[in-house]
């Protein structure tokens, strides 16, 4: 299982998901465009202590991650899918993408991936779910599937 966030901008939520990642012991991306530095107080105050053991890599594009991983199905997690995140049986090299906090992902992404784009039900009024939120929700859900 790994992680992939797409044009992360808020460094507080990508240190979130790290400490996560860690906890988990699941590796990271992170697709440039970045809104942060890596090295930020938010990242470190967020991510404690913790950042120094996460498996992560920055990457340019989306394509680098598939490249990287040829035989992982892709998961896009986005308001605009159809199909549950808890109707996916979950094997152990998916990955799992999630969108920038305020664009999420693409056109061309939700157009390309229309079959593999999961949502979180959300039946309060609200647009979407924090960044950091969807991921521990999606990840441990997948995490309880593994063996």
């Given at each position: 299982?790994?992680?992939?966030l797409?044009h992360p901008?808020?460094p507080q939520n990508?240190?979130?998901?790290?400490?996560?990642?860690?906890?988990?012991?699941?590796?990271?991306?992170?697709?440039?465009p970045l809104?942060?530095f890596?090295?930020?107080?938010?990242i470190?105050?967020?991510?404690?202590?913790y950042w120094?053991n996460l498996?992560?890599?920055?990457?340019?594009?989306?394509?680098?991650?598939?490249?990287e991983?040829?035989?992982?199905?892709f998961?896009?997690?986005?308001?605009?899918?159809?199909k549950?995140?808890?109707?996916v049986?979950?094997?152990?090299d998916?990955i799992?993408?999630f969108?920038?906090?305020?664009?999420?992902l693409?056109?061309e992404?939700?157009?390309?991936?229309?079959?593999s784009?999961?949502?979180?039900?959300t039946?309060?009024?609200?647009?979407s779910?924090?960044?950091?939120?969807?991921?521990?929700?999606?990840?441990?859900?997948?995490?309880?599937?593994?063996p």
């Amino acid at each position: 299982m790994k992680v992939v966030l797409f044009h992360p901008e808020i460094p507080q939520n990508t240190g979130n998901i790290g400490r996560l990642c860690v906890a988990t012991n699941t590796p990271l991306y992170l697709v440039r465009p970045l809104g942060f530095f890596l090295d930020s107080k938010e990242i470190r105050r967020s991510g404690l202590d913790y950042w120094e053991n996460l498996k992560y890599t920055v990457v340019d594009s989306l394509e680098e991650v598939q490249a990287e991983n040829p035989k992982s199905r892709f998961w896009f997690l986005s308001t605009k899918g159809k199909k549950l995140y808890t109707d996916v049986s979950y094997q152990a090299d998916d990955i799992l993408v999630f969108g920038s906090e305020g664009k999420g992902l693409t056109p061309e992404l939700y157009e390309k991936h229309q079959d593999s784009l999961l949502k979180i039900p959300t039946p309060g009024p609200v647009r979407s779910l924090n960044l950091a939120t969807s991921v521990g929700i999606v990840l441990y859900e997948a995490v309880r599937q593994m063996p």
